[in-house]
């Protein structure tokens, strides 16, 4: 096991390089390209934004390979470029279950879709905290503790067995036990005022729905970070590929949501293809000592789950569910 331990490559330079990239577009996010302004994202606007990640991704990975084959070799250029591929397509795929959550939130307060860019920009703020600190976490957990490797296999099985088995279940927000103690504690307006999380009223501070709203996908954000996470391990334990094929994952989330979140009924069998992907993973670490799976068969195993999941959503078709809507 101390084989799959791997040192990065990574300079202190590219590390810096990739920190200023991710903090200059979300600036621009941010101060440029609406992100301050109330609006609805339509599809065009959406789409524009996933092919834009996407293709930023790819680039990367072009970028990656040209310098590793520079300094370091074909063979290492082709590994780790093809274990950031892996690992930005296992990180993207179990972000769309997030989606599904978001989704399932969004409907539950009726948050009106002209505010809802705004609070995922915010999520997507705390994710990138939020991940940082459990990538760092984990890569010292790997490197100090070999065996820990196992944990995550056997994590990622159960993981996936129990999603296959309540794949169907649709979780009850009234019940959700952050919401009840959040109502309990503290005062919230009955309806929303714009993007506000607080506002003042006579002089008491109150709590806007938008920040109950908040409070419900940072905490998915840090539930999906425990499955993601150990699942890159499976492909990776060098932190540079780790932390970078995580957060184009994280960056993109906000635009898959709005291109794909009318459509989510019809995905209804994804999180079949998710569930089968986790136990793929948790199998390939618990058996990595006896059978090494070469990175490309991962690649290619993971992308044809996903693939067949999506297209048997797409011909299987499923009425779609309203949500229950409160705004408190």
Same mark, same amino acid.
């Given at each position: 096991m101390?084989?799959?331990?791997?040192?990065?490559?990574?300079?202190?330079?590219?590390w810096?390089?990739?920190?200023?990239?991710?903090?200059?577009m979300l600036?621009?996010?941010?101060?440029?390209f609406?992100?301050?302004?109330?609006?609805r994202?339509?599809?065009?606007?959406?789409?524009?934004?996933?092919?834009?990640?996407?293709?930023?991704?790819l680039?990367?990975? $072009?970028?990656?390979?040209?310098?590793?084959?520079?300094? +370091? $070799?074909? &063979?290492?250029?082709r590994?780790?470029?093809?274990?950031?591929?892996?690992g930005?397509?296992? &990180? /993207?795929?179990?972000?769309?279950?997030?989606?599904?959550?978001?989704v399932?939130?969004?409907?539950?307060?009726a948050?009106?879709? *002209?505010? +809802?860019?705004?609070?995922?920009?915010?999520?997507?703020?705390?994710?990138?905290?939020?991940?940082?600190?459990?990538?760092?976490? #984990?890569?010292?957990?790997? +490197? /100090?503790f070999?065996?820990?490797?196992?944990v995550?296999?056997?994590?990622?099985?159960?993981?996936g067995?129990?999603?296959?088995?309540?794949?169907e279940h649709q979780?009850?927000? *009234?019940?959700n036990?952050?919401?009840?103690?959040?109502?309990?504690?503290?005062r919230?307006?009955?309806?929303?005022? #714009?993007?506000?999380? =607080?506002?003042?009223?006579?002089?008491?501070?109150?709590?806007?729905?938008?920040?109950?709203?908040?409070?419900?996908? &940072?905490?998915?954000?840090?539930?999906?970070?425990?499955?993601?996470?150990?699942?890159?391990?499976?492909v990776?334990?060098?932190?540079?590929?780790? =932390?970078?094929?995580n957060?184009f994952?994280?960056m993109?989330l906000?635009?898959?949501?709005?291109?794909?979140?009318?459509?989510?009924?019809?995905?209804?069998?994804?999180?079949?293809?998710?569930?089968?992907?986790?136990?793929?993973? #948790? #199998?390939?670490?618990?058996?990595?000592?006896?059978?090494?799976?070469?990175? +490309?068969?991962?690649l290619?195993?993971?992308?044809?789950?996903?693939?067949?999941?999506?297209?048997?959503s797409?011909?299987?078709?499923? /009425?779609?569910?309203?949500? &229950?809507?409160?705004?408190?």
């Amino acid at each position: 096991m101390n084989d799959a331990i791997a040192v990065s490559f990574a300079t202190g330079p590219m590390w810096a390089g990739f920190v200023a990239f991710v903090l200059v577009m979300l600036a621009l996010d941010l101060f440029v390209f609406g992100g301050r302004k109330t609006h609805r994202v339509h599809v065009k606007e959406a789409l524009a934004w996933v092919i834009t990640w996407v293709s930023l991704a790819l680039v990367f990975a $072009g970028l990656l390979w040209w310098y590793l084959n520079d300094t +370091q $070799g074909a &063979e290492v250029a082709r590994t780790k470029t093809l274990e950031f591929l892996a690992g930005y397509l296992i &990180e /993207q795929s179990l972000s769309v279950d997030n989606m599904f959550v978001f989704v399932m939130i969004f409907g539950f307060f009726a948050v009106p879709p *002209e505010l +809802q860019r705004r609070v995922l920009l915010y999520g997507v703020l705390g994710a990138i905290v939020m991940r940082a600190g459990m990538i760092l976490a #984990g890569v010292w957990l790997v +490197q /100090q503790f070999a065996w820990i490797l196992y944990v995550f296999g056997a994590f990622l099985i159960v993981t996936g067995v129990k999603m296959l088995i309540f794949a169907e279940h649709q979780p009850d927000l *009234e019940r959700n036990p952050l919401l009840r103690w959040l109502r309990g504690h503290l005062r919230i307006t009955p309806e929303f005022h #714009g993007e506000a999380f =607080f506002v003042r009223k006579n002089g008491l501070l109150w709590a806007t729905p938008m920040f109950l709203v908040l409070v419900l996908i &940072e905490a998915s954000d840090l539930v999906f970070a425990v499955d993601s996470i150990p699942a890159i391990f499976a492909v990776t334990t060098d932190p540079f590929i780790v =932390f970078t094929s995580n957060l184009f994952a994280i960056m993109g989330l906000r635009a898959l949501y709005f291109l794909l979140s009318d459509m989510a009924d019809r995905f209804h069998l994804l999180k079949y293809g998710l569930a089968i992907v986790l136990v793929f993973i #948790g #199998g390939k670490m618990l058996v990595m000592p006896w059978f090494h799976v070469p990175i +490309q068969w991962s690649l290619s195993i993971v992308a044809s789950f996903i693939l067949v999941s999506v297209v048997a959503s797409l011909a299987l078709s499923k /009425q779609p569910s309203q949500p &229950e809507r409160r705004l408190t």
